[in-house]
């Protein structure tokens, strides 16, 4: 019985992941071109997200300011600590016109802070979000990227940002450095 539920696990996490390859691909992409165009144009990315997002925010930091799957020269990424208004401060002390604030959302909607501080800096802002999507659609920009997961499990949701994260390094490192070497 337990091995069963472990499996279902398994099964859930790949058929989103399945299900989700041909919606998410084109915000994706999106969000890739807006972290090049930053990093490109001596912008920074400013990651942060509330509760395990905060996590993998930390995560893209550090892979981009290190390295992913292949040595490149580090790239401009912070990841921001904190509450919510003590990352809204960090935005508006640190964030300037080019950069990109990426918001990895948990579900728990404590990001409208960050979200006001980084447009009142001119700032992009892709947003990687679950359930609570629909909350930021309505707060972004034509010009910021809404990766919205399509699920209500908080679990599925951050496996599935995880990934989303990878296929962003990936695609920066891709249009910086071209195909990998086999």
Known sequence: ??????????????????QSAETLARPIAEAAAALLSAITGGGKVMACGSGAGSLLAQQLARLFSGRFERERPP????????????QAQQVRALGLPGDVLLYVDDGEGHSAAVISAAQGKDMTIVVLAGRGAAAFAELLAETDVLVAVPHERAARVAELQLLVLHCLCDAVDFQLMGEQEP
């Open 75 to 86: 790239l401009a990424a912070l990841a921001l600590a904190g509450e919510p208004a003590l």
């Open 1 to 18: 019985m337990l091995e069963q539920r472990i499996q279902q696990h398994f099964f859930d996490g790949a058929d989103l992941k399945y």
